[in-house]
C-alpha cells in the first residue's frame, strides 16, 4: 500500500527539541522530491523544508538556522530535526511527496505543541 506514515510529534516546552520521521511505503523513494508542510489553526499550510531528488535542501526562512531536513533512500525515511522550537512552531506537520510523474502523497500529520 502507498502511503507515507509520520511519527515524533509531541509537547515541548520553547527552545526544546524534536525529531520527525516519516516513512513511506510502497514507493520508489529516491525518484520522490520529499518535503515537511505545517499548518497551524486557522492558517494555511506551507511549506517548511524540502528534500529534492536530485537537488540542495530549501528551508522556510522562518526555520532556516533551527531546522534540518535530512533522507535515506536505502530506508525510505525522511526526517526533519527541529532545535530551538518556539511556541510559533507550534502545528501539525505533514510529510509529503511528489513523484517525477503522478499524484503526490500526504502523510496523515504529526501534531507538535511548543508550550510552557
Known amino acids: 500500500q502507498v502511503q507515507l506514515v509520520e511519527s515524533g510529534g509531541g509537547l515541548v516546552e520553547p527552545g526544546g527539541s524534536l525529531r520527525l520521521s516519516c516513512q513511506a511505503y510502497g514507493i520508489m523513494f529516491k525518484i520522490y522530491t520529499m518535503g515537511w508542510y505545517r499548518q497551524a489553526p486557522g492558517k494555511q499550510r506551507e511549506l517548511v523544508a524540502l528534500s529534492p531528488r536530485g537537488g540542495s535542501t530549501t528551508y522556510a526562512d522562518s526555520v532556516k538556522g533551527r531546522f534540518t531536513i535530512s533522507r535515506d533512500n536505502a530506508k525510505g525515511t525522511l526526517s526533519l530535526q527541529m532545535n530551538t522550537l518556539l511556541p510559533e512552531d507550534t502545528a501539525v506537520y505533514y510529510c509529503?511527496?511528489?513523484?517525477?510523474?503522478?499524484?503526490?502523497?500526504w502523510g496523515q500529520g504529526t501534531q507538535v505543541t511548543v508550550s510552557s
Open positions: 509529503y511527496g511528489e513523484p517525477i510523474r503522478g499524484s503526490s502523497l
